[in-house]
């Protein structure tokens, strides 16, 4: 009875899974031609539609840069309400629509250092913990 839950990604690709000794870490795009990162990762940049794209682990923290809370429940979404939904400026220079793991108001404010983490959202039908990402006020940076 009590077998280990499994636990799977919300949707391959998008980020590292726990385990992964390069971190918590989003999974972009990297371009050769342009220099520049995208995410989600794909196969052509969608800057200069160079093909040379390579995938990158990268947004280990970042700052935050637009922000709301969410009360009400999106179609599809399956976590816990309310929650912090926003957009995160990353020093590799490309900015990553995503959810907060922080859900008062009152501790978001635009430039907050953040870090990313992979944590469980929900348990799905079969009883595999769902993981996703988010992006939580880095410690001591709240007052
Ligand atoms: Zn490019």
């Not at 009400?72 to 912090?84: E, M, V």
């Not at 009883?127 to 996703?132: K, M, Q």
Request: hydrophobic share 40%; charged share 15%.
């Amino acid at each position: 009875m009590n077998a280990a839950m499994a636990q799977v990604p919300i949707h391959a690709g998008l980020f590292t899974l726990p385990g992964d000794p390069r971190g918590a870490r989003l999974l972009a795009g990297h371009c050769a031609s342009c220099d520049k990162y995208h995410f989600p990762a794909g196969t052509t940049c969608p800057y200069c539609s160079g093909t040379e794209c390579s995938v990158e682990a990268i947004g280990a923290r970042g700052t935050l840069w637009l922000h709301t809370v969410v009360n009400a429940r999106p179609p599809g979404y399956l976590g816990p309400l309310p929650y912090g939904f926003g957009v995160v400026d990353l020093p590799e220079g490309l900015r990553v629509v995503t959810r907060l793991a922080e859900s008062r108001l009152a501790e978001l404010r635009p430039g907050l250092p953040v870090t990313l983490e992979i944590a469980p959202l929900f348990t799905n039908d079969a009883g595999d913990e769902v993981l996703s990402f988010a992006y939580r006020p880095a410690r001591g940076s709240s007052s």
